[in-house]
């Protein structure tokens, strides 16, 4: 009887030993909830982005946790957290406004990038032309000539956030007819001093945006290609690679006229620029 009961009570203590051993404690978990001012701050959460914007509420497992909100036209926030089980944290950060910088980069001959191609000359380089031609010519051969431009953006910070972005030539005379031209994204390396229309890189079909200089437009101001904010992101940031752009005749069958403008060997007044809106987050 007496071996009999301490192999049941052997039993029963090994059944306990099992049944500790296999149950893990339970999770223990805190509320946070987190706000910013202004409010509608993008949250993540350990450098992962929770899909969601400020104000949030999480439950999360006790530890540290780094908290980092970004918003539009603000300076980024960011800071560490320390959850307690059954307890509630709770973040209202006041975000600071980014500094809005305007930068203009309209380098000279020796440091700008820009020729001229024609396919009336389609084996020579202009790429010393104090002005160029851009359009297309009526003439018989018909005659179309592209402008091509690049800029060189390392004094701009690799995270800067660009908030608009615009190129400009000095239109100086054009034809009877309206032109309209179309800036497009170059998609291979060339270069200045041999660029030719027989050798000309590969460029996108679909422009970035098109002006329309019209018929009687006034000569001896800038012209301006907006809306190319994503085009100069994507320099900035890497997702682009930084090959410039072309400008045509947008529609090069059209036959319109062609516009006079100002190259980078040009005076200072009269040379291409682009135009950056940026902060840096």
Do not use: H
């Not at 018989?140 to 910070?157: E, K």
């Not at 030719?196 to 006034?218: A, D, V």
């Amino acid at each position: 009887m007496k071996k009999k009961s301490i192999l049941i009570l052997s039993l029963i203590i090994t059944a306990l030993i099992l049944i500790t051993g296999c149950t893990s404690p339970s999770v223990q978990f805190g509320k946070l909830t987190i706000n910013s001012t202004p409010l509608g701050a993008s949250v993540y959460i350990d450098g992962v982005n929770t899909g969601s914007v400020t104000p949030l509420v999480k439950n999360l497992e006790a530890g540290d946790y780094t908290i980092k909100l970004t918003k539009d036209l603000y300076k980024n926030w960011q800071g560490i957290v320390t959850i307690v089980a059954n307890q509630d944290e709770s973040i209202n950060p006041a975000l600071e406004l980014a500094t809005i910088v305007l930068e203009t980069i309209k380098p000279d001959g020796t440091e700008g990038k820009d020729s001229f191609v024609s396919s009336a000359v389609p084996d020579d380089n202009y790429g010393d032309l104090t002005y160029g031609f851009l359009g297309s010519s009526v003439d018989s051969p018909s005659i179309f000539i592209r402008g091509y431009f690049q800029y060189d953006l390392s004094t701009i910070p690799s995270t800067a956030v660009v908030t608009s972005a615009k190129f400009g030539l000095y239109y100086a005379s054009s034809g009877p007819a309206d032109l309209p031209l179309g800036l497009y994204k170059v998609l291979e390396e060339w270069d200045e001093a041999i660029i030719t229309w027989n050798n000309q890189p590969q460029c996108l079909t679909e422009s970035e945006y098109t002006l329309t200089i019209y018929s009687g437009s006034t000569t001896g101001v800038y012209k301006y290609w907006y809306n190319l904010t994503d085009l100069v992101q994507g320099w900035l940031d890497g997702s682009i690679v930084n090959y410039g752009m072309m400008i045509r005749d947008a529609d090069e069958s059209s036959l319109d006229t062609m516009a006079w403008v100002g190259s980078s060997e040009a005076n200072e007044e009269y040379r291409p620029k682009l135009t950056i809106n940026y902060y840096v987050p």
